[in-house]
């Protein structure tokens, strides 16, 4: 599975930004999906999951009520919509995605050793 996010980009601090992961030949409704971020000199860190068998999320607590993961179907795709961005949001933004036995996904998860497929990240720069 061959994940591509987009939607990076350089803001000033309170600014916005929609992050955007894709696939193609993939359901990605079918999968676990999160999004990470690692800053320079940091571990990879959780933002967000989200499990499309019920429409679970979880958010890590410093983007709590700032950002929102959710799935257009539609376009296959998953979001991550930040609002209020901070200066220390900056990092390299990460999809993820993982198969779960019985081929749906009824649980998040907010652990990078439970994600198989992996994109190239999209970089957000807040200043």
């Known amino acids: 599975v061959q994940l591509v996010e987009s939607g990076g980009g350089s803001v000033q601090a309170g600014g916005s930004l929609t992050l955007s992961c894709t696939t193609s030949g993939y359901t990605l409704s079918r999968y676990c999906l999160a999004w990470f971020r690692q800053a320079p000199g940091k571990q990879r860190e959780a933002v967000a999951a989200?499990?499309?068998?019920?429409?679970?999320?979880s958010y890590t607590d410093s983007v709590k009520g700032r950002f929102t993961i959710a799935q257009d179907n539609s376009k296959n795709t998953l979001n991550l919509h930040t609002n209020s961005l901070k200066p220390e949001d900056t990092a390299m933004y990460f999809c993820?995605?993982?198969?779960?036995?019985?081929?749906?996904?009824?649980?998040?998860?907010?652990?990078?050793?439970?994600?198989?497929?992996w994109g190239q990240g999209t970089q957000v720069t807040v200043s």
């Open positions: 993820a995605a993982d198969r779960r036995p019985g081929g749906s996904c009824y649980t998040t998860s907010l652990i990078p050793n439970h994600y198989e497929y």
């Open positions: 989200f499990a499309p068998g019920d429409g679970d999320t």
